[in-house]
């Protein structure tokens, strides 16, 4: 999980190549990480890892993945530059197609930027919009995580992601309008909708990324962080 806090860059790229080699997934597991100041007590039927929270969740601005009326909802606030993140999308995401596409759960992204440490990763989600208002949302998102989680792998750097040229090659590479894009990125047409997303994600303690509030029966849990270790709790929570 990436917390929410001022960490020199060494720091940072050693995480990221501990994740490389899924290590990371013991000490996240063996980590206290950060939650509501007023948590209510854990309920029977959850886990350390899933917690109940006693308020409401928004589901946000940006096009679910999935069948609007699913009966469970997922909601990830998450930063394009995170790599837990992007771990997510390459185990989490592929977990949940099978019950998308059975229409029982459909997912939501709310943009979280960890601007502090990770600078150019608002440009990611401000081009992320951009091509939101071309029909390409989805396709936006899965190619930067696919991107981020292969040079994690190769313990390389990633933050190119955020320059300008990269974006709008990746815009042409989808086959949206350049300079339709171009004008929306270079104008931050969306940032105070990105900024919404983060102020309520700071209104739902929302520490570091990625958080997920998974909503179901009226009842909504949040899990702070993902490793494939934890992948289980996810599945488990769908199907009780």
Known sequence: ?????????????????????????????????????????????????????????????????????????????????????ALASNFLYPALEKYIKEEKVVFYFRDFPLTQIHPLALNVHLASRC????????????????????KVQENLPYFNTGEENYLVGLAEKLNLNKSKFEECFKNKKYESMVNKDISEGDGYGVNGTPTFFIIKNGKTYKIEGFVPQILSEFINLIEK
């Open 1 to 85: 999980m990436e917390e929410k806090t001022d960490k020199n860059l060494a720091n940072y790229l050693y995480l990221a190549g501990l994740i490389a080699v899924l290590t990371i997934g013991f000490y996240f597991l063996g980590k206290n990480v950060s939650v509501l100041k007023n948590r209510p007590e854990k309920n029977q039927g959850t886990s350390s890892i899933v917690q109940e929270v006693n308020f409401n969740v928004n589901l946000g601005s940006l096009p679910p993945w999935g069948y609007e009326a699913a009966p469970i909802k997922i909601v990830e606030f998450g930063d394009f530059h995170c790599p837990f993140c």
């Open 131 to 150: 091509a939101d208002e071309q029909g390409k949302y989805w396709e936006f998102h899965k190619e930067i995580y696919k991107e981020v989680y292969s």
